[in-house]
């Protein structure tokens, strides 16, 4: 039997839904700052080489971002703001998928620690106002005890 004591590590997916997540509203034409996932106290994240990254984004109407026109960032950062870490980058359209094929999921090529606390940030520069309500974000991971290696 399995119980909460002895559980170091589990699959995780970070999305829109989770209560960690704060979605906000993305200015058109400017890098914005729409969604930041806090770490609980005493957990920690690792994304491992292989995970996966991918979101739609959407405005009020809601019309989705053109890809080829916007562009987004992922980063770590500390609780306080005053560090940052980029670990993604690129055109919206290497992460706007449909979430229904894995093969054409955009994949972590390194891996990295997250720790309690500290936050994952997801900056997009769109063409549109991106409404934070219509923001779909998954990313997978991997769950444990902040100062366990897993």
């Known amino acids: 039997m399995t119980t909460r004591q002895n559980i170091i590590s589990q699959e995780w997916r970070v999305t829109q839904l989770d209560s960690n997540w704060v979605g906000s509203d993305g200015v058109a034409g400017v890098q914005s700052r729409v969604g930041v996932?806090?770490?609980?106290?005493?957990t920690a994240?690792?994304?491992r080489s292989g995970d996966v990254l991918a979101m739609q984004l959407f405005d009020v109407t809601?019309?989705?971002l053109s890809g080829s026109l916007s562009s987004f960032s992922l980063r770590i950062t500390d609780a306080n703001g005053l560090s940052m870490r980029e670990i993604a980058n690129g055109n919206y359209n290497l992460v706007n998928q449909t979430f229904t094929d894995r093969n054409n999921l955009w994949a972590f090529s390194s891996s990295y620690y997250i720790m309690a606390n500290q936050k994952l940030e997801l900056w997009v520069n769109g063409d549109l106002a991106i409404?934070?309500?219509?923001?779909?974000f998954m990313m997978s991971s991997l769950q444990g005890t902040d100062g366990v290696l897993f």
């Open 131 to 136: 409404e934070s309500d219509n923001t779909v």
């Open 37 to 42: 996932y806090t770490v609980p106290n005493a």
């Open 45 to 47: 994240l690792r994304i």
């Open 62 to 64: 809601p019309t989705e």
